[in-house]
T-cell receptor, first 114, second 120 residues
């Protein structure tokens, strides 16, 4: 059974600080996605990582993928309150056929304190 | 581009009634749509994969007779929760994929805004 685990589940951090969210998965995959979800809302796509060593950055967020370690990271630089949300990683298991299913991680609730 | 809508955005119904949720791809043709359920403070759980013109594929543990999925066109999939009960109250999210072709082609899922179902 494919498992996608995120660490930590809850993160309270001060504005201006840096931190990293980790996403570990248990099967072969070279497609990983990061999403943001605000309370009561649906998902907002942040990053799509399609190969080993992929690194993408947007504003204060940077995501990377290590397919050999089956690990993706979402790094937050100089956090601001607007980044407070729940962040999910999702894995597309390789060889899932043409279905392109996504298995979501447990989620990380990020609260940025002033 | 790649906009997905859901209707209704929220619905309240009495126990025992059926509720239909629509998922539409507004500006592209979606050969595959996915239905997810999310309970409060939990992750998204894939319920089923819906391919246009064929029967949906349900994930293990999801009752296909309770959650009826129809994907009659390339832009519309519907989820009907039959004989709803309070435990079916949840946030239902659909997504749609534009299949570009090829087994290893990258196909991003585009998510709808979600439908909050409350069963009294």
């Amino acid at each position: 059974e494919l498992k996608v685990e995120q660490n930590p589940l809850f993160l309270s951090m001060q504005e201006g600080k840096n931190y990293t969210i980790y996403c570990n998965y248990s099967t072969t995959s070279d497609r990983l996605y990061w999403y943001r979800q605000d309370p009561g809302k649906s998902l907002e796509s942040l990053f799509v990582l399609l190969s080993n060593g992929a690194v993408k950055q947007e504003g204060r967020l940077m995501a990377s993928l290590d397919t050999k370690a089956r690990l993706s990271t979402l790094h937050i630089t100089a956090a601001v309150h607007d980044l407070s949300a729940t962040y999910f990683c999702a894995v597309d298991p390789l060889y899932s056929g043409a279905t392109n299913k996504l298995i979501f991680g447990t989620g990380t609730l990020l609260a940025v304190q002033p | 581009g790649a906009v997905v809508s859901q209707h209704p955005s929220w619905v309240i119904c009495k126990s025992g009634t059926s509720v239909k949720i629509e998922c539409r791809s507004l500006d592209f043709q979606a050969t595959t749509m996915f239905w997810y359920r999310q309970f409060p403070k939990q992750s998204l759980m894939l319920m089923a994969t819906s391919n246009e013109g064929s029967k949906a594929t349900y994930e293990q543990g999801v009752e296909k007779d309770k959650f009826l999925i129809n994907h009659a066109s390339l832009t519309l999939s519907t989820l009907t929760v039959t004989s709803a009960h309070p435990e079916d109250s949840s946030f239902y999210i659909c997504s749609a994929t534009l299949l570009a072709g090829g087994f290893f082609t990258y196909n991003e899922q585009f998510f709808g805004p979600g439908t909050r179902l409350t069963v009294l």
